[in-house]
Nanobody, 120 residues
Framework: VQLQAFGGGLVQAGGPLRLSCAAS????????MGWFRQAPGKEREFVGR???????YYADSAKGRFTISRDNAKNTVYLQMNSLKPEDTAVYYC???????????????WGQGTVVTVSS
């Protein structure tokens, strides 16, 4: 499966932004989809994931502010980010895998990343 993340940009602190991740391939609906991010000078970190059936799980930093959803008919997964903070500035990646994991190594396919910059 091939993934392409888009929707990043510059947003003011407190504002919203929605990222999308479009997937190719007929088996999209069978994958666990994850979102990760990597801030400048920091290691990649888990943001959240969504199971095939729609159940979600979030990192503490995302709980209450971020929402992941998926549209299997459109082969797309979304990351709605609200109340953004400057510390959310990062390159955001979507990933697909077969395990319920928060570890990037457990995901098999990755998008190219989209840059989110939150200004204070």
């Amino acid at each position: 499966v091939q993934l392409q993340a888009f929707g990043g940009g510059l947003v003011q602190a407190g504002g919203p932004l929605r990222l999308s991740c479009a997937a190719s391939g007929r088996t999209f609906s069978s994958y666990v989809m994850g979102w990760f991010r990597q801030a400048p000078g920091k290691e990649r970190e888990f943001v959240g994931r969504i199971r095939r059936g729609g159940t979600t799980y979030y990192a503490d930093s995302a709980k209450g502010r971020f929402t992941i959803s998926r549209d299997n008919a459109k082969n797309t997964v979304y990351l709605q980010m609200n109340s953004l903070k400057p510390e959310d500035t990062a390159v955001y990646y979507c990933a697909a895998g077969n395990h319920l994991s928060i570890k990037g190594d457990d995901y098999d396919y990755w998008g190219q990343g989209t840059v989110v910059t939150v200004s204070s």
